[in-house]
């Protein structure tokens, strides 16, 4: 019986894909979509994520008003407010206090003990010391502690105020009203100045107080010296200030002039005078005050002019002088007061019905606005999260501030900024001091420099060696030597970045501190004994190169290039006794020491873990990965291309310059942005193996800090939500940003180059 055999020819259901394979296909399909959403989305969801954190950082101050308490149509000589901004107090001539409870509105009154009856007729608040300092009218000055408590009760938080008076001391011409007074003090030592007029005629007095610190605490205080400063000006003195130091005082003039005193031995010596609005028709000083730290002072005109003068050393110069380093818009009106805080560089200046709230460091106004009642007074608690307002009709109006990120702006983080103590504006980073009054500076600058700089030195190191040994090993190099580089290559990008950062640090650092002339022979005598090898090698007759099978010449090279490069590094010291003489200024000896030598003739300095350092091992870290994957594209070059460009009578090289290389650029392009985008983000190298200094300047001697080893050395300590952390994560905006956009531009240069030489 013979078995009927299927038809194959003619059966159509086998061109029919089976219903498993298309399964499988449509759910692969749906999985690759749904996973490139998936990235997408979780790359969009980061982007928000960060830019959520940082947008606060360049929101306006907002201020509120809570509620307002009608006081009694009585004059007030001081308005201040304890530091939690509960219990705002009012000194009235005749020695009472007044205080307002800011969640009731409940006005008490206390009289102040001074023993004696006292009018008083001139007061300032010592915000640091929480001491008031009043002036009487027969020519005597107390110091009032306002004694705050704090209770709690039923969960909520009860302030008390009693103050205590000491006794009064007299300072001055006796029986003569004090117009103003000054107080600073240091904790050893004590400043008061005075001012009074006798017969039209004003007369300055000061006196200074001393305690000496002993083992058993401070001793008694005794005034050391009464000096007459008076004489040491010229004009109509018409507001002192004295610094927390109780160092110096400031004398403010009716010609609008600033003389500096400073304390001596001998009493008080004048050390400059200037004119804070000397360039405009009414120099009329109507308002000054220190801002947070005393080293600055904000000046308010007649005009409402706003000008900011701050300490610093001036070039040539070996004495701190005032010199102005910001400048406010005008107020629009002429100002009753400016009161600095007890927080940060804030100030609020008013006058009429406008309040302006403005920030020495970023030279910008947080908020101004006009109110619907004249403003007479002002006071910012110590928290800096609440205001309260004097109008004319003695109204106090309760306003909360919320200004968590005050010293942050555009300009502090990306524009040159005059900080206090500087001699001129600049960049710089520096999150934390040694004291409350340190001023943050958060710029941005040195650190993107930073990471371009390591950048460049690095890929500066790695992107010859790593195309040159990619480009030998593809084209050059025998088959079965290149099954061991290529593995032993990418086993190098395994290894960890602490661990290279590690012997940066502990070994490679100290290692080329001392031996700079020995490492600059071998990095220029090297390539070029290898080139001349190569030259010589090239001219041998071909009887004698083809002892050599092709691939194996590295068997020649090596030793060639091993014992070249071992002379070249033992020539090192001769060449420093050579070129790299330091002449001693007291025996005037040369000596031959390069680190000596650099500062001297580049004006730059020498630190031992330097951008060399970082260079040479974050391009170790980098070679491996553009080695890889240029390699991977030079030996993809179709084989059909080489082999008839070696027809046509080109050599090995010609064939790889100009065949072999222009055909792989696209994927030699990829391997170096990959490479690069390695270099920008690598962090633990630079940490380790650099000073991580946030310094701007080009030399390869020097360190920096990356925005990445920012983040990674910054983070830890940040508080959650403080303007450093948020600007943290503005870093990592600007890494995220800039990744994004080399890649981008790498894909579309790889595109275009993948089409100029495309072959199939």
């Not at 020519?139 to 006794?167: H, M, V």
């Not at 106090?396 to 300009?411: A, E, N, Q, R, T």
């Not at 930073?450 to 190191?461: D, E, H, N, Q, W």
């Not at 590690?502 to 490492?519: C, K, M, R, T, V």
């Amino acid at each position: 019986m013979t078995r009927k055999l299927p038809d194959y020819a003619n059966d159509e259901s086998r061109f029919q894909t089976s219903r498993s394979t298309l399964f499988v296909d449509r759910l692969m399909t749906v999985f690759i979509k749904l996973g490139g959403v998936l990235v997408t989305t979780s790359v969009l969801g980061i982007f928000a994520f960060i830019l959520i954190q940082i947008w606060p950082l360049f929101a306006p101050a907002r201020i509120e008003e809570i509620k307002s308490v009608q006081l009694p149509q009585t004059p007030f000589a001081l308005l201040g407010i304890d530091e939690w901004g509960a219990l705002p107090f009012l000194v009235e001539p005749d020695g009472r206090m007044l205080t307002v409870d800011g969640e009731t509105g409940e006005i008490s009154e206390k009289n102040i003990d001074f023993g004696t009856p006292m009018k008083i007729t001139a007061a300032t608040l010592n915000k640091r010391e929480q001491k008031i300092i009043v002036g009487t009218d027969d020519g005597r000055f107390s110091i009032i502690s306002p004694n705050y408590t704090s209770i709690e009760s039923d969960g909520s938080q009860i302030i008390k105020i009693d103050p205590q008076a000491e006794a009064a001391i007299p300072l001055g011409l006796p029986n003569v009203p004090i117009e103003d007074i000054a107080y600073g003090d240091s904790g050893t030592s004590k400043l008061v100045v005075v001012l009074q007029s006798i017969d039209g005629k004003p007369h300055l007095s000061a006196a200074v107080f001393k305690r000496k610190k002993t083992l058993m605490g401070f001793g008694k205080e005794q005034r050391v010296g009464t000096y007459d400063p008076t004489p040491l000006i010229s004009g109509r003195p018409t507001k002192i200030l004295v610094p927390g130091s109780g160092d110096s005082v400031l004398i403010i003039t009716d010609d609008g002039r600033v003389h500096y005193l400073a304390v001596s031995e001998n009493g008080f010596e004048l050390r400059q005078t200037f004119t804070p609005f000397e360039d405009l028709p009414d120099r009329h000083i109507k308002t000054a005050a220190f801002i947070f730290g005393d080293v600055s002072i904000s000046f308010a005109s007649n005009s409402g002019a706003n000008r900011v003068f701050s300490l610093y050393y001036p070039k040539g110069r070996d004495q701190r002088a005032f010199g102005l380093t910001h400048r406010f818009p005008d107020l629009g009106t002429g100002p009753t007061f400016l009161i600095s805080t007890l927080r940060n560089k804030a100030f609020l200046l008013g006058g009429g019905s406008e309040l302006s709230l403005r920030y020495s460091t970023t030279d910008s106004i947080r908020w101004q606005e006009k109110m619907p009642y004249n403003v007479v007074n002002a006071a910012i608690s110590g928290k800096y999260h609440r205001l309260v307002v004097l109008d004319g009709t003695n109204r106090l109006h309760f306003f909360k501030i919320h200004d968590p990120h005050s010293d942050s702006s555009w300009k502090a983080l990306f524009s040159k900024v005059w900080y206090e103590g500087a001699p001129e504006p600049s960049w710089e980073w520096q999150s934390t001091g040694g004291s409350d009054d340190f001023e943050p500076k958060y710029s941005l600058v040195p650190l993107i420099f930073g990471t371009i700089k390591g950048t460049f030195y690095a890929m500066m190191f790695a992107i010859p060696i790593a195309l040159l040994a990619a480009l030998y090993t593809s084209q050059f190099l025998d088959p079965c030597f290149r099954s061991v580089v290529k593995p032993t290559m990418e086993i190098m990008a395994s290894l960890p970045s602490v661990v290279l950062g590690f012997l940066a640090a502990i070994y490679i650092a100290p290692l080329i501190e001392d031996q700079i002339p020995s490492l600059l022979l071998v990095a220029v005598g090297l390539p070029i004994m290898a080139a001349i090898t190569g030259l010589v090698w090239s001219r041998l007759p071909i009887q004698t190169r083809q002892w050599i099978h092709p691939g194996w010449e590295w068997i020649v090279f090596l030793p060639l290039l091993l014992g070249s490069g071992w002379i070249l590094w033992s020539l090192g010291p001769r060449l420093e006794a050579a070129c790299f003489l330091v002449t001693d200024s007291s025996t005037g000896l040369k000596s031959a020491d390069f680190r000596a030598w650099w500062p001297i003739v580049t004006g730059t300095g020498f630190d031992q873990r330097n951008s060399l350092v970082v260079g040479f091992m974050m391009g170790f870290a980098v070679i491996p990965i553009i080695f890889t994957i240029a390699e991977d594209a030079l030996s993809n070059v179709p084989t059909s291309l080489i082999t008839a460009s070696m027809a046509c009578g080109a050599s090995r090289w010609q064939t790889a310059t100009r065949i072999v290389l222009p055909t792989a650029s696209s994927g030699i392009f990829s391997a170096l942005m990959i490479g690069l985008g390695r270099a920008v983000g690598e962090t633990m190298i630079v940490v380790m193996a650099t000073g991580n200094t946030p310094i701007m300047e080009w030399n390869i001697f020097s360190g920096m800090r990356t925005l990445s080893a920012n983040i990674a050395v910054e983070l830890s300590e940040a508080p959650h939500h403080s303007t450093l952390y948020r600007t943290l994560f503005l870093g990592a905006l600007l890494l995220f940003m800039l990744t994004f956009a080399v890649n981008t531009v790498a894909e579309i240069l790889r595109h275009r180059l993948r089409a100029k030489f495309k072959t199939v």
